[in-house]
T-cell receptor, first 112, second 111 residues
Framework: GAGVSQTPSNKVTEKGKYVELRCDPI?????LYWYRQSLGQGPEFLIY????????DSGLPNDRFFAVRPEGSVSTLKIQRTERGDSAVYLC??????????FGQGTRLTVV | ELKVEQNPLFLSMQEGKNYTIYCNYS?????LYWYRQDPGKSLESLFV?????AVKQEGRLMASLDTKARLSTLHITAAVHDLSATYFC???????????FGKGTSLLVTP
């Protein structure tokens, strides 16, 4: 597609449930990033993929968070046993070698 | 820990006026990025500054980078309402690929 696509755009889930957020990067972009943005804050890095492998997952807050990119294109961010503090906008971005990242519209996750 | 600080965090300015947003960062970085975010929207890349002394301009916005002072500025010339948005600066993290963002400057341009 023309840009980074994220689905769903909004997700409301109950505390303790499992959620999956999907990111479809710009075609041909080998690098993919997940960020989390809380209200009034800048995006906070979660994880970076180069191809299929997670090259840097130092931003994942705890082991409830996991992300995959099995074929080097679409990525899924998975959150287990969701907590109210997980509520935020989850942004996906992709880039070529110049590292200029293009961001998707985000998934607004609300944990009630 | 790499810190990125922007100021001001909130800015209300009249159309036609000039103003500068500042971005300071705490460790060495050769790249600095400016993004724009409209309410409820994603981030739009404005500038990538790649070296000391780099200056880039697009329309009424001009960005510069001083790596020795660890400072970038985003200068707004003759502001118009369409520039109302939140502006973020970001630098490469120590790991090299992640971006560390500032808290953003929320700009409101009024008639």
């Amino acid at each position: 597609g023309a840009g980074v696509s994220q689905t769903p755009s909004n997700k409301v889930t109950e505390k303790g449930k499992y959620v999956e957020l999907r990111c479809d990067p710009i075609s041909g972009h080998t690098a993919l990033y997940w960020y989390r943005q809380s209200l009034g804050q800048g995006p906070e890095f979660l994880i970076y993929f180069q191809g299929t492998g997670a090259a840097d997952d130092s931003g994942l807050p705890n082991d409830r968070f996991f992300a995959v990119r099995p074929e080097g294109s679409v990525s899924t961010l998975k959150i287990q046993r969701t907590e109210r503090g997980d509520s935020a906008v989850y942004l996906c971005a992709s880039s070529l070698y110049d590292r200029r990242a293009f961001f998707g519209q985000g998934t607004r996750l609300t944990v009630v | 820990e790499l810190k990125v600080e922007q100021n001001p965090l909130f800015l209300s300015m009249q159309e036609g006026k000039n103003y500068t947003i500042y971005c300071n960062y705490s460790t060495t970085s050769d790249r600095l990025y400016w993004y724009r975010q409209d309410p409820g929207k994603s981030l739009e890349s404005l500038f990538v500054l790649l070296s000391n002394g780099a200056v880039k301009q697009e329309g009424r916005l001009m960005a510069s980078l001083d790596t020795k002072a660890r400072l970038s500025t985003l200068h707004i010339t003759a502001a118009v309402h369409d520039l109302s948005a939140t502006y973020f600066c970001a630098v490469d993290s120590n790991s090299g690929y992640a971006l560390n963002f500032g808290k953003g400057t929320s700009l409101l341009v009024t008639p």
